[in-house]
């Protein structure tokens, strides 16, 4: 979808539950611009949704440069699914 298409997508009503200093920040930002608080919170879900998918896009970036790169001769705990899992169980009991 793009930008023209959602800003000329037909608004409907919803309840958003906020606190009272976030409401405060908000009304203090929009004041600036003129925004009213929809507009402010539209905005605001927007630029989420795109940094969300643009996140998404770059880890299918990174994933997809890694994939062949590896070596498993390297990393004898990787050769079975077995070793795997119990270097895995390993790892994470070095965590807790």
Same mark, same amino acid.
């Given at each position: 979808m793009t930008l023209y298409q959602i800003q000329n997508d037909p608004k409907i009503r919803t309840q958003v539950v906020l606190t009272a200093s976030i &409401?405060?920040?908000?009304?203090?930002?929009? &004041?600036l611009n003129g925004e009213t608080l929809s507009e402010y919170l539209r905005k605001a879900? !927007?630029?989420? !949704?795109?940094?969300?998918?643009?996140? &998404?896009?770059? !880890?299918?970036?990174l994933a997809n440069s890694l994939i062949g790169s590896l070596s498993l001769s390297r990393h004898p705990e990787w050769k079975t699914k077995t070793k795997l899992l119990k270097w895995q169980k390993k790892l994470r009991e070095s965590w807790e």
């Open positions: &409401k405060r920040m908000i009304q203090a930002k929009k &004041k879900a !927007l630029l989420r !949704l795109m940094s969300e998918d643009q996140e &998404k896009v770059e !880890l299918e970036r």
